[in-house]
């Protein structure tokens, strides 16, 4: 079953903060989060793998709660460059580290 | 870069061909996926492979089978073209990134209408 992401899409001016979330309703063992820009593939941003962990990409950080089976992207004073669909990918139990993707959240920054 | 090809990178094809999708990866990772794309649904894993002839179903793998005779090469064929499998397609593997952990890298894609 896929995570829940939310908002399914946001337009910020630049310089500007925004939060992604990411829901699961079943166990998360870790959370991926991946950026897409129109056209291109996926990249990987970071991986969360403990619980309340944090984690850092440039101004780009997130949470995990592995409690809550949640995790959030922060986006810290946005850049043009941020703007693209942003993807959390959940991994379950096993070891054949198979991710299920959430729908995305479009992002868009503007000047 | 982690050395991922896909090709074609785009396809056009009629409903009722069969269609094979290649990916090649270089850096001989274990793990390889097929993902498909598709507006409103995000990525969703078709099958996957861990190691030489061992496969596994992803969460939309029905009209879809995949092979994999040499750890660079995992194909994905579709047994025959329906419109509702075109789509992007996108070929991943998990290598160790920078800092220790798994990650995903993906593959330019590949752009398949099927018509």
């Known amino acids: 079953q896929q995570p829940v992401q939310s908002p399914q899409a946001v337009i910020l001016r630049e310089g500007e903060d925004a939060v992604i979330n990411c829901s699961s309703s079943?166990?998360?063992?870790?959370v991926h989060w991946y950026r897409q820009k129109h056209g291109e593939a996926p990249v990987f941003l970071m991986i969360?793998?403990?619980?309340?962990e944090q984690k850092g990409h440039e101004k780009i950080s997130a949470s995990f709660n592995e409690k809550k089976q949640q995790s959030s992207l922060y986006l810290t004073a946005s850049q043009l460059s941020y703007s693209g669909t942003y993807f959390c990918?959940?991994?379950?139990?096993?070891?054949?580290?198979?991710?299920?993707f959430g729908k995305g959240t479009l992002l868009t920054v503007n000047p | 870069d982690a050395g991922i090809t896909q090709s074609p990178r785009h396809k056009v094809t009629e409903t009722g061909t069969p269609v094979t999708l290649r990916c090649h990866q270089t850096e001989n990772h274990r793990y390889m996926y097929w993902y498909r794309q598709d507006p409103g649904h995000g990525l969703r894993l078709i099958h996957y492979s861990y190691g030489v002839k061992d496969t596994d179903k992803g969460e939309v793998s029905d009209g879809y089978s995949v092979s994999r005779s040499k750890t660079e090469d995992f194909l994905l064929t579709l047994e025959s073209a329906t419109s509702s499998q075109t789509s992007v397609y996108f070929c991943?593997?998990?290598?160790?990134?920078?800092?220790?952990?798994?990650?995903?890298?993906f593959g330019p894609g590949t752009r398949l209408t099927v018509t």
């Open positions: 990918g959940r991994v379950g139990g096993g070891s054949n580290y198979k991710l299920t």
């Open positions: 969360l793998l403990k619980g309340g």
């Open positions: 991943a593997i998990t290598g160790v990134g920078p800092s220790g952990t798994y990650e995903q890298y």
């Open positions: 079943k166990a998360l063992y870790s």
